[in-house]
């Protein structure tokens, strides 16, 4: 069986976008490596939204951009704008065509549909596939969208709605999400952060046609596409092992407070590219301790206290909206990371430290 310098067991975000920061950089011109990933065919599956705090390599994938955006709960609604870090959302149909018409440049590059074809002895293996532990919270971000198309123009394309919490909560935390690609088109999710076992949240479909017709008061409309997906709000099982790397959710690069990975994933490719040739002794990337020890107070009140927060979230956005961006996107200082401090009960936070 054939063998490889470098294995990328996953063939998703973080494997793809390691793969292509290697290529772009001419890190395997002289190296051989090893996709493991078992899908047939690429074509979009997911959409991936975020606040641009870095640059990136796939703004030519950005199907749309915002600099205005809203956050609801029951009558009452926070306009904010975000003109300094504006909001992508990154269509992955284009992704993947991108970083595959690319990687199919390189024949020193192959693409297996698992490990058995391979020879691994002796290759520096690249993991994105996340050992789920039992935790003892077990939360997760769990979401349901489609696309939509309105016959009559319907949307202000120029604003979207990061949070609208004026819904059923069911004893969780539930709100709704509307990217607007056009006056004619927008994405619409319905988002859960609760444990996953609870099967009463996942009437999807339900929720996502009342939302449209109750809520928005679209009656018009025709769905183009839908898709699915789950974010552990915990970081999955890592072994360290010799001669590995875990990337991508894996690797603990999704911020559990809210579920982004897209950027992180980007930083943490640029990292390994940047160290490649010395990979087995370099440092572990990761994101910095403060926000994980901010995120696991936070999701500790989610647990206990989830009827609080749509209010939390709410008041958090009355912060500077530049503020509060840096703090969800791993990039605020101390004086920052207080202001929003600040903004939280204190007596429900400090008690969650006991929890």
Not at 37 to 48: I, L
Not at 242 to 253: D, E, Q
Request: charge should be positive.
């Amino acid at each position: 069986m054939r063998e490889f310098d470098y294995i990328i067991i996953g063939g998703g975000c973080a494997g793809l976008s390691l793969a292509y920061e290697l290529e772009i950089n001419e890190k395997l011109k002289n190296k051989t490596l090893a996709i493991i990933e078992p899908r047939t065919e690429y074509k979009k599956d997911k959409t991936w939204s975020f606040w641009k705090v870095a640059n990136h390599n796939f703004e030519d994938c950005v199907k749309k951009s915002w600099e205005n955006f809203t956050v609801n709960i029951a009558k009452k609604t926070n306009h904010l704008e975000c003109v300094d870090y504006p909001y992508q959302s990154v269509d992955s149909g284009l992704f993947y065509e991108k970083i595959n018409t690319k990687l199919k440049e390189n024949k020193n590059i192959s693409i297996f549909k698992n490990m058995s074809e391979i020879n691994s002895k002796n290759s520096f293996i690249f993991n994105s596939v996340p050992s789920i532990k039992k935790d003892h919270r077990n939360l997760w971000q769990h979401f349901y969208g489609v696309e939509i198309e309105t016959q009559n123009n319907f949307f202000d394309d120029k604003i979207f709605n990061l949070m609208d919490f004026d819904c059923d909560q069911r004893e969780s935390v539930h709100f709704f999400y509307t990217l607007p690609y056009s006056k004619t088109s927008a994405l619409i999710e319905t988002t859960w952060l609760s444990k996953m076992n609870d099967d009463s949240k996942k009437d999807y479909d339900t929720q996502i046609k009342d939302y449209i017709e109750n809520h928005l008061k679209l009656k018009n409309y025709k769905i183009t596409y839908k898709e699915e997906g789950k974010i552990p709000l915990f970081y999955p099982a890592y072994e360290i092992e010799k001669n590995k790397i875990n990337i991508g959710t894996a690797g603990g690069m999704t911020r559990l407070s809210t579920g982004y990975t897209f950027l992180n994933i980007q930083e943490h490719s640029k990292y390994i590219c940047n160290n490649i040739e010395n990979i087995s002794k370099t440092k572990k990337f990761e994101i910095s301790k403060k926000y994980q020890f901010l995120d696991d107070i936070f999701l500790r009140v989610l647990e206990k206290h989830p009827e609080k927060m749509p209010d939390i979230f709410f008041e958090m956005f009355k912060s500077s909206p530049k503020t509060v961006i840096k703090f969800l996107s791993n990039k605020s200082n101390f004086f920052e990371d207080s202001s929003i401090i600040f903004k939280m009960p204190k007596i429900t936070f400090i008690k969650a430290l006991f929890y």
